[in-house]
């Protein structure tokens, strides 16, 4: 009777110890995703004077993106994730009806490849639910829609290029605004870093299988990434150093425009460009071989533990 009752207790700690760490079976996830990019900066924007953040959204400025990721779980409500996204980043004067960006007439693409760290914190604990669905059992009851926070730190590498005459030309190397010709305009770097912030939503199909929607914007410490940031250059020194595609570039009003003589606006050098990702996911938990051997040892010390208390 003794053997039976400490059997019994072992056995009953066993499962409770186990249902408390569910969690911990599936804190390593993959991630998969599709989305979507939108850029604020110098070119496109809403049909308004250029303003900050979302009030100079474009919808035009859509472009797809791909993502794959890791996220580890520190805890039930902390997450780190580490994710690479690939995708476009557009920007146009023609898509705005703003009078003085379209016939400044700028317009841009540019790749961009983003390697990022996030931490995450989430609003309730996540919970995983029960393996099989019985009678009488809510395999789902403690799955549910877990909405979180995060924020980060990621690099980013970036190459613009824009509409010359009909042709896509990299912009960088055409010295638009005279970067490199002159001792005040540096050139500027491809490779950037990034602040992300924003706010995402799992919902858990089951134990092991989950989706996801995030979305995430993107602070800058460059404003080039439209390869537009201060004033014109002199074109006719641009016209002679660099060639007759870089004065295009640089001013595709060829002087007609009052605007684009030398030294006046060209962009806002006190605004940064920023952008941002919206992101579908699926998610895949997976269980790491040192927990499930960590788990029979711990059976196996129960099982010694027992024995011991037999004789």
């Known amino acids: ?50 303003t900050n953040y979302m009030k100079d959204y474009d919808w035009k400025a859509t472009r797809p993106t791909i993502m794959v990721g890791m996220r580890f779980k520190q805890t039930q409500q902390i997450s780190h994730k580490a994710n690479l996204t690939i995708g476009i980043l557009a920007g146009d004067d023609a898509w705005t009806t703003e009078t003085y960006r379209q016939i400044r007439n700028l317009n841009f693409r540019a790749p961009i490849v983003e390697l ?7 609003l309730k604990k996540e919970k995983r639910g029960h393996r099989f669905k019985l009678r009488g059992v809510r395999g789902l009851r403690n799955m549910g829609l877990y909405p979180y926070g995060f924020f980060g730190l990621s690099g980013f590498f970036f190459a613009p290029q824009g509409r010359v005459g009909g042709d896509w030309k990299w912009l960088k190397p055409l010295k638009t605004e005279g970067q490199g010709l002159s001792p ?25 299988w989950l989706v996801s929607i995030e979305y995430g914007m993107r602070k800058t410490f460059t404003d080039y990434i439209d390869d537009v940031s201060s004033t ?18 640089a001013d595709p009003t060829e002087g007609a425009w009052i605007g684009s003589q030398s030294f006046q606006q060209r ?9 941002m990702f919206l992101t579908i996911g699926l ?8 927990y499930v051997n960590e788990k029979f040892e711990d059976l196996s010390a129960a099982s010694k533990k027992l024995m011991f208390w037999k004789k």
């Open 267 to 275: 962009g806002d050098p006190t605004d940064n460009d920023s952008y």
């Open 283 to 290: 998610i895949i938990g997976f269980v790491l071989g040192w």
């Open 232 to 249: 014109y250059f002199p074109n006719d020194i641009i016209l002679s150093e660099v060639g007759s595609v870089a004065a295009l570039a």
């Open 184 to 208: 005040s305009r540096d050139p500027y770097s491809l490779v950037q870093i990034a602040i992300p912030l924003g706010v995402g939503i799992k919902y858990a199909v089951d134990r092991r």
């Open 116 to 122: 990022g760290y996030n931490f995450e914190f989430y």
């Open 1 to 50: 009777m003794r053997t039976k009752v400490l059997l019994l207790a072992v056995l009953l700690g066993a499962f409770f110890s186990s249902d408390a760490q569910r969690w911990k079976r599936y804190r390593w996830e993959t991630i998969y995703g599709i989305g979507v990019s939108n850029f604020l900066g110098e070119l496109g924007g809403a049909n308004q004077v250029g």
